[in-house]
Structure formats: C-alpha cells, structure tokens
C-alpha cells in the first residue's frame, strides 16, 4: 500500500512540475484597427533575422505563439513599425491604429510593465538629449548631459513599479553600458560633427572604461550596448593586431576574436566574419582560424560549404560558366562566347550604392583599355521584376562593355558556385577561361591597373 502511495505521489510530483514548467514561448495577440494588410512581421532588432509572420484576420485581430531569444523585436505591419520587447512566458495584447502604429499602440497583459518601462525610456531619452547633436559638446558638458540622462532614467526606473528584478537589473545595467557605449563614440563623433579633423580627447576623458569586464555572457545578451561595446573592444584588438603583425585585416579580426574569453561571445564575434571568407586572399589560414576557435555547429557547416565551393574557385581554376544570359545589345551570351580575351566581370544590381558608385571608375577603365585584349562584362543580379529598371539604368548612365542580366539573381548556378553573397564583386579571367583573380580588384582601385599590367593585357 505504502509502495502505491509513494508511485502515486511521484506522479502527481511529476505531473506538477511539468504543469508548472516555465514557457518556451511568449503569446502576442491584439487588434490593429484600419487593417489593409493580412500578416504582421515580427523581426529581430539587433540583427534584423526574420523571426516570424503574424496572421491578421479581417477585423483587424490576430494571436499567435513566438519562439525565440529574449530581446527587443520590430514589428511591422502596413509599413508602419513599432518594438516590442519579449521573453519566454510572455502574454502581450496589443491595441493600435494601424495608419499610426507606434504612436497609438497600447500594451496590456504579462510583460505590459516591461514593455512600457521601455517605451517611456526611450521618450524620456529623447526629451533629455533634445535636438542638438549631443557629440558636438565639448568634453565637460558631454559628460555633464549623459551623466543627467543617466540619472534621470535611473530615477525613472527605479520608480516604475511592476517589473521583474531581472529585467530591472538588466537595465539599470544597459543605462550604464548605454552612457559607456556614448563615451567610446565621442571621440571619432565630436571630430566629426564639430569639425575637428585631429581631436583627441583629454587623457582621462575614457577612464570608465577601464571598468568593463567584456567577458559577460548575461550582459552580452541582455544589453545592445554591452554588445556594441564588446565589438568595438576586439576590433580595437584586431587594428593593433593588424599594425603590429602587418597582416591583412580580415585575419587580424580572426586572431582578435579568438582570443575572447566567453565562447558565447566568442561565437557571435566569428559569426559576423563567417561572409568574409568569400572575400579572403587567404583562404586556408581563415579556414583554419575559424575553425579552431568556433564551437557553434551550425556557423561552422555553413562557413565549411562556403570553404570547400570556394576551394574550386581559386586563382588558375577553370572558371565555373554561365549561359545564354540576356544580352542588353540583343539575344543571349554565353562565357564561352567571350574566350580569346581577358574577361573582366563586374557583378552588381541596380540597387546597390556600392555598384553604382563604382560606375564612373569603371566607365574610365572601359575606355582606357577599349582597343586591348580585355571584355568588361557586367552581371545584373537584379531581380526579374526589375529587368526593366536594369535596362534604363543602363540606358541612363550610358554604360558601356556587355550588359547581361543573370537567369536567377543571387540563386544563378554561376553566382552560386562563386560564392558570391555579397555585390559589388569582380572576378578576372584569362583568354583560356581560367581564373586570374576571383576577388579582383575594383574599378576605383589602382591595384586593378597593376593587376592589367602584370597580365600584360
């Protein structure tokens, strides 16, 4: 008998815990008023991943359940955006006007307080900070301003009631590293904005920075700031690291990264180079780099495919091909269409900044080297709805060499095998279809002439 109470207690004690078991999701429901869309996005902040789409019925009302990392969220709807700050166990209810969504959003149930504190806080900041460029300040009064601004949110906080003590606690932190983050900005900032091209400030002006401990796993979550600051740290590592070594800067990077003491900070800091390894001169050694200092699987599959597809695309390599590309000039060409010459291809879109700055530079290239053994070929990665665009912005700028537009964007085989994730990107091929230079210099860059001459085109 004792035996089957005891079993019978267990279970209960078993069913009770996994009743009571904290949430792995927060629930977002609410009603926008004016409604002309049928989905909600829901995006992160800090990265701006996509997280989510909220289902919008027609009268406006919407609920649904969202899995994914505490932290601040935009929410889009009607091309309007507000934030929202969620965490596991989370229940919001959100009322607005959809045509003013920001400015009429009203947050009600579990998280409301936290979220409200948050929207106070940033209006209460912007009351402090006012119109004028805080950066152009000198020295004292800076200080002066951020040190009222951190004061006064502090105040705010700590008379809010109803939030929870690790929210609070997490931002009594973020309004410290905040101030901290403005501090580490000032120099570069006021040089800038009050038109100092040689500011340096005073010597003990960045002393409270000498506190921060950047190897805070929490904080680095918790705070935006934190984050910032952490970056800025080991990139002010990798610059000296850079000098010093006089080794390029992606690898510096690398090398300066590695060293953080926290792997999850560590992980996300080699997470923003894992797109520099189709950009690299070295290869192997970023490879390598990487590798050994990341223990985050999924970044690590990802920078691995990208190694082994860019292993067939290195200097002297038989160029991947492409075929039957629409010609701006009439019909279709091919890459083996352009064999016999050197081949120098520019990949770009027409609404890329980068590309299209790149334009002049290329125009003048084109015409000093019109009458040698070099094509120059551009490769449009726009998409088809933008065929047209890509047209007359050619016939606008009056660009010159061969027009092509790819068969599938960024999803073209010939983008894909190059690795290509990021434009503008140029590529040299020599008149046997090998490559030269998968990472060619651009056309603004004198580096690309030296290429042209040591190939003697």
Partial sequence: MKKHLFLMGMAILAFSCKK????????????????????????????????????????????????GDKGLYQLIYNK???????????????????KALDSTVVITGTGA??????????????????????????EDAFKDKTTTI?????????????????????????IKYTYLNKLGNYEYAHARYAK??????????????????????????????????????YRSKAAEIKTTENISKDIADLQAFSTAKNQTIKNDLLGSTVAGIT????????????????????????????YENL???????PSPKFDNYVNYAGGTTSLDDLKGKYVYIDVWATWCGPCIREIPALKETEQQYHDKNIEFVSISVDKQKDFEKWKKMINDKELGGV??????????????????????????LDPSGNIVNANAPRPSDPKLLSLFNEQGI
């Fill in 196 to 233: 100092k091209k040689d500011f340096k400030v005073s010597p003990d002006f960045l002393s409270d920075l000498d506190l921060i401990d950047y190897n805070s796993e929490e904080d680095y979550i918790d705070s935006r700031a934190y984050k910032s600051l952490v970056g800025k740290h």
């Fill in 403 to 428: 027009q092509l537009f790819a068969d599938n964007d960024f999803q073209s085989k010939f983008i894909k095998d190059y690795v290509i994730n990021g434009i503008p990107k140029f590529i040299l």
């Fill in 279 to 306: 950009r690299t001169k070295h290869l192997d050694e970023y490879y390598k780099l990487f590798m050994a200092a990341s223990t985050d699987e999924e970044q690590n599959e990802t920078l691995k495919g990208f």
């Fill in 113 to 138: 307080e936290e979220n409200n504190f948050l929207r106070a806080r940033s209006k209460k900041t912007k009351e402090l900070e006012g119109t004028e460029n805080i950066y152009i300040l000198e």
């Fill in 150 to 174: 951190v004061t006064s949110l502090n105040e705010l906080l700590n008379n809010t009631e109803g939030l929870s003590e690790p929210f609070r606690l997490a931002q009594q932190k973020d």
């Fill in 20 to 67: 009571n078991a904290p949430a792995d999701y927060a629930l977002v429901s609410g009603q926008f008023l004016n409604n002309t869309d049928e989905k909600i996005i829901l995006i992160s902040f800090n990265d701006r991943a996509f997280l989510d789409t909220l289902q919008v019925s027609s009268d406006g009302t919407f609920n649904d359940t969202i899995r």
């Fill in 311 to 317: 292993k067939k695309v290195q200097d002297g390599n």
């Fill in 80 to 98: 309007m955006r507000t934030n929202i700050h969620l965490e596991n166990g989370y229940n919001l209810i959100l009322n607005a006007d959809s």
